[in-house]
């Protein structure tokens, strides 16, 4: 069996109700799609995570790499893809592209094989993930802190035990939300915060100093991703867990975070970091140095789906009779890519998710919505 045929799709949707968080304001969804298709007719589908344009642009760049290739040698055509990429893309969108190529051969060598993507990693280690909530971003508002609490009571009676929150508004702010977020949940539900790199060090430790009797299970990009000092130092400095990563490429790019002892939550993103092949290698990375790993997933039910089966493989740390259970990020905004076109559609039950069981990543992209979506 050999490839056949690669298609990108760009598909758009404009939102109902725009949102912001500390970077930049959100009007629409934009995802770049792509499915790889065999001489047989058995397709996978990927997806990179970042500006759609660009990494069409770089699938169309590795898309003559992988046609007449054998689909069962993913590996062998990762390290193709990213040794002709490697002297000018070693991190940065570029990689999405690969990651997306790369999930969808996943996909395809689990149809082929017959076997889920988690089997294929080598092991179901939970059929069941437990989800939190993303949302919480800001919007136009009288009273952004009351509003926030409002949502945040929406995720808990979901059923979700826990919620992260945008932070990085400024300082008086995030106190005046976290608290009332955190009132709100009660002290059971698990609360985590996200800066998106807003600070500098000396106002992120501002920050985590006053959020700390609120309980936080972890404080994400609190700082810029290139200041690994400041990350170390932050961590000896506030008794908040840190967590990063979504802006690091690679098992090269997230050893700087180990090495430098920047996190205890490493969050690669598969559809940016370099794949399913590459985020397993992260997996392995991440626990010789004891730092957990919670995927970072801002996409459709195939990023949701790629990362689910990578956490189904994950060995929790420590080991232990009554083992700590993972989590994976369950983007709540407003996005009908990621609802009506994957099917099926995930939906959270007592607080998880299950991983899917059928071939490859156990979706599929409804064709008739794709052409609905696709941007002219
Ligand atoms: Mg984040």
Same mark, same amino acid.
């Given at each position: 069996?050999?490839?056949?045929?690669?298609?990108?799709?760009?598909? !758009?949707?404009?939102?109902?109700?725009?949102?912001?968080?500390?970077?930049?304001?959100?009007?629409?969804?934009?995802?770049?799609?792509?499915?790889?298709?065999?001489?047989?007719?058995?397709?996978?589908?990927?997806?990179?995570?970042?500006?759609?344009?660009?990494?069409?642009?770089?699938?169309?760049?590795?898309?003559?790499?992988?046609? &007449?290739?054998?689909?069962?040698?993913?590996?062998?055509?990762?390290?193709? +893809?990213?040794?002709?990429?490697?002297?000018?893309?070693?991190?940065?969108?570029?990689? !999405?592209?690969?990651?997306?190529?790369?999930?969808?051969?996943?996909?395809?060598?689990?149809?082929?094989?017959?076997?889920?993507?988690?089997?294929?990693?080598?092991?179901?280690?939970?059929?069941?993930?437990?989800?939190?909530?993303? &949302?919480?971003?800001?919007?136009?508002?009288?009273?952004?802190?009351?509003?926030?609490?409002?949502?945040?009571?929406?995720?808990?009676?979901?059923?979700?035990?826990?919620?992260?929150?945008?932070?990085?508004?400024?300082?008086?702010?995030?106190?005046?939300?976290?608290?009332?977020?955190?009132?709100?949940? &009660?002290?059971?539900?698990?609360? +985590?915060?996200?800066?998106?790199?807003?600070?500098?060090?000396?106002?992120?430790?501002?920050?985590?100093?006053?959020?700390?009797?609120?309980?936080?299970?972890?404080?994400?990009?609190?700082?810029?991703?290139?200041?690994?000092?400041?990350?170390?130092?932050?961590?000896?400095?506030?008794?908040?867990?840190?967590?990063?990563?979504?802006?690091?490429?690679?098992?090269?790019?997230?050893?700087?975070?180990?090495?430098?002892?920047?996190?205890?939550?490493?969050?690669?993103?598969?559809?940016?970091?370099?794949?399913?092949?590459?985020?397993?290698?992260?997996?392995?990375?991440?626990?010789?140095?004891?730092?957990?790993?919670?995927?970072? /997933?801002?996409?459709?039910?195939?990023?949701?789906?790629?990362?689910?089966?990578?956490?189904?493989?994950?060995?929790?740390?420590?080991?232990?009779?009554?083992?700590?259970?993972?989590?994976?990020?369950?983007?709540?905004?407003?996005?009908?890519?990621?609802?009506?076109?994957?099917?099926?559609?995930?939906?959270?039950?007592?607080?998880?998710?299950?991983?899917?069981?059928?071939?490859?990543?156990?979706?599929?992209?409804? +064709?008739?919505?794709?052409?609905?979506?696709? /941007?002219?």
């Amino acid at each position: 069996m050999r490839i056949k045929e690669v298609t990108h799709y760009i598909i !758009s949707h404009k939102l109902d109700e725009s949102f912001y968080f500390s970077q930049w304001h959100y009007d629409r969804r934009t995802i770049c799609l792509v499915k790889v298709t065999t001489d047989e007719g058995l397709y996978g589908w990927g997806e990179g995570y970042g500006p759609a344009g660009i990494i069409k642009a770089g699938i169309d760049f590795f898309a003559p790499l992988l046609i &007449g290739k054998d689909p069962l040698q993913q590996e062998n055509i990762w390290r193709l +893809m990213h040794l002709r990429s490697l002297d000018f893309a070693r991190r940065g969108v570029m990689l !999405s592209a690969l990651s997306a190529l790369d999930i969808a051969l996943w996909d395809l060598k689990g149809k082929i094989l017959k076997q889920p993507v988690s089997v294929l990693l080598g092991g179901r280690k939970r059929e069941k993930v437990k989800a939190y909530a993303t &949302g919480l971003y800001f919007r136009e508002s009288e009273n952004l802190a009351q509003e926030l609490a409002e949502e945040a009571l929406f995720y808990k009676n979901a059923g979700f035990e826990a919620v992260k929150m945008k932070v990085g508004l400024n300082i008086r702010a995030d106190i005046e939300n976290v608290k009332a977020v955190r009132e709100i949940l &009660g002290p059971d539900i698990e609360l +985590m915060v996200d800066a998106n790199h807003a600070y500098s060090l000396r106002e992120a430790i501002q920050l985590a100093n006053a959020i700390e009797p609120y309980n936080i299970s972890w404080f994400e990009e609190p700082i810029s991703p290139e200041e690994y000092d400041n990350y170390r130092e932050l961590r000896l400095r506030t008794k908040i867990p840190i967590a990063g990563g979504e802006c690091e490429y690679l098992r090269f790019g997230f050893q700087n975070l180990f090495i430098n002892r920047c996190v205890d939550i490493a969050q690669p993103d598969v559809c940016a970091t370099g794949g399913i092949t590459e985020f397993k290698k992260i997996m392995s990375s991440a626990q010789t140095f004891g730092v957990d790993v919670v995927p970072h /997933s801002w996409g459709t039910g195939i990023a949701l789906s790629a990362a689910l089966h990578l956490i189904s493989n994950w060995d929790t740390i420590p080991g232990r009779l009554y083992e700590p259970e993972p989590l994976i990020e369950f983007d709540r905004t407003e996005n009908p890519l990621r609802d009506d076109l994957i099917k099926p559609r995930f939906s959270l039950e007592n607080g998880r998710l299950d991983v899917p069981t059928t071939p490859g990543l156990g979706i599929d992209v409804d +064709m008739n919505l794709l052409s609905k979506y696709v /941007s002219k």
